[in-house]
């Protein structure tokens, strides 16, 4: 099939999907980890639609030290089956274990990525509406504060104006750069 008529929308199809299960789940994962507001609309939702999934799973995985497992593996199982279905849809071969080893960088580029995407709507927010109040840029800052509140200790606000967002953003981008080529070619990803 990996030439074929249907491979490419069959590809993006499989990838919309599970790109979404895996972002809500992730970022179920990153609320609870910042200590987000539970009751905040955004947060409502992602957990009623994870839940049905997640519930089952906490009873057989449990959390370690306060890390919620069941959704990490959850997340982890996701990503390698959406690479392995990629894989053998673009006629590169049915790879199992294969897979699980490629969805390591592949959840590592996923976080960075919306890390970045989380600042630069910040930044864009704060430059067209500044203090604006809604229940998703609540949800924003409370993801990327952890990473904010150290980059404004190393470079506070000068002259009114807050660098810290780009400070972060070009650390992100080296990260990328630098954690992304050895672990793509250690797991030996073909994407």
């Known amino acids: 099939m990996g030439s074929g008529y249907l491979a490419t929308p069959a590809i993006f199809l499989i990838q919309v999907i599970f790109g979404a299960a895996i972002l809500l789940v992730l970022l179920r994962f990153l609320l609870q980890w910042v200590r987000a507001n539970f009751y905040n609309p955004v947060s409502q939702f992602i957990v009623q639609v994870t839940s049905p999934v997640l519930s089952p799973m906490r009873r057989v995985i449990p959390s370690l030290g306060g890390i919620d497992t069941a959704s990490l593996v959850l997340i982890w199982v996701l990503q ?28 590592v580029e996923l976080v960075l990525n919306l890390y970045l995407v989380i600042i630069l709507i910040q930044v ?23 990473l904010l509140s150290p980059a404004r200790r190393m470079l506070p606000p000068m002259s009114g104006l807050d660098l810290s967002p780009m400070l972060v953003m070009i650390g992100i981008v080296l990260l990328k750069m630098l954690l992304l ?3 793509r070619q250690i797991t030996g990803s073909p994407l």
Do not use: K, Q, R
């Not at 927010?125 to 993801?143: E, F, K, M, Q």
């Open 124 to 146: 864009i927010i704060s430059w067209v509406n500044p203090g604006a109040y809604n229940p998703a840029l609540t949800l924003l800052d409370n993801l990327a504060e952890p």
């Open 80 to 107: 390698a089956v959406e690479l392995m279905l990629v894989v053998s849809i673009a006629g590169l071969g049915f790879h199992f274990i294969g897979a699980f080893l490629w969805a390591i960088p592949a959840l």
């Open 181 to 183: 080529p050895p672990l």
